[in-house]
């Protein structure tokens, strides 16, 4: 399994790329760009847990991604893009 490099794109959102990001993406496909400002609005949060925990393996098309997370973890939101 990989170790993932995370990036903040914004307060409280981290970005991680598994493989070759793809040229086309959704906001890309309809030409659209993130909008920010609520979330700058609620603050900045630190990454949830060690990124060094975070582990994703590629098996032919899929991807597994493995997080750390406790029962203290009451959610985790994840978007994907391909």
Not at 5 to 12: R, V
Not at 29 to 40: C, N, R, T
């Amino acid at each position: 399994m990989k170790t993932l490099i995370w990036a903040q794109k914004a307060p409280g959102v981290w970005s991680a790329t598994v493989g070759n990001a793809e040229a086309y993406t959704p906001l890309s496909v309809v030409g659209a760009e993130s909008s920010l400002d609520a979330i700058k609005e609620m603050g900045d949060e630190p990454f949830p847990f060690k990124p060094e925990l975070v582990m994703t393996e590629q098996i032919g098309r899929r991807t597994i991604a493995c997080f750390p997370l406790d029962k203290t973890r009451k959610s985790l939101v994840l978007g994907f893009s391909s």
